[in-house]
């Protein structure tokens, strides 16, 4: 028991939120694991959360139980009437936002619940169970957000496990590495923290989870990350191609772009690290491409 709310079950059975797979919806039931996620992502003192996708609401009862102010966005009109009853259990500590988390500015949304007063939260994270068909377009938005570092001081996101491997993807795992894994890598320290099994969600998916943790640079190597997502784009588009090759999409010298990054020519976008992708981006906004 983390609180004297009715148990996720019931509550599911009540409001009649049968799961829809277009809606990416996983549900958790089990509060030990509701309450692992939120610890890892604690703790939660003068914190605001900002949860995507609360569902029924079994994370943002673990996150609430643990101290934390919650702002959550949740796309199923269907789970509204669920989330006012926690909002009711923990007054003015939970705000439910309904829209599609693709179209809500997530920094802006945190800014307007921090440090506006002296008892509102001075700190923004993001924890999530996500819904995996918009999940990493979620991340990148996220992570290739301007100014950096953000206001959100760390991200615990739960994955799909092969993407939670495409995030903390190097060049030493060739299959995974690729363009998440230079964005994530060059503005974060990202790790997986656990695995989920299938059989802990209503309905299973078919494939294991993963709980990821990004936490952010503070003084990542400067890049305008427009540029480094077209340099990775053209790269790993034609991953098994030499670099000389793959980049010439870009439209610029690609000579001079990779000797201006000091990369050999007969390398593969698989082969260059995170740094070295930051040194193409940076030729190739001087070379005007
Ligand atoms: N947090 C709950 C849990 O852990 O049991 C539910 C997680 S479920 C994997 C994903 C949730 O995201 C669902 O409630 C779904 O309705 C919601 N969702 C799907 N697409 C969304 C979007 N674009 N914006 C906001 N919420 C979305």
Partial sequence: MIDDLPPLREVVARHGLDAKKTLGQNFLFDLNLTSRIARAAGPFADTVVIEIGPGPGGLT???LAQGAHVVAIERDQRCLPALAEIAAHYPGRLTIIEGDALEIDAAALARQHCASGASEPARARICANLPYNVATALLTRWIEAEPWPSIFDRYVLMFQKEVALRIVATPANRADYGRLAVLCGWRTRARILF???PAAFTPPPKVTSSVVELVPNSAP??????ALSRVTQAAFGQRRKMLRQSLKSLGVDV??????AAIEETKRAEEVDVAGFVALARRLEKLGG
């Fill in 255 to 260: 000579s001079a772009l990779l000797s201006g």
């Fill in 61 to 63: 009862r673990a996150l």
């Fill in 195 to 197: 695995d989920v099994s």
């Fill in 221 to 226: 190597l400067a890049c305008n990350p427009q």
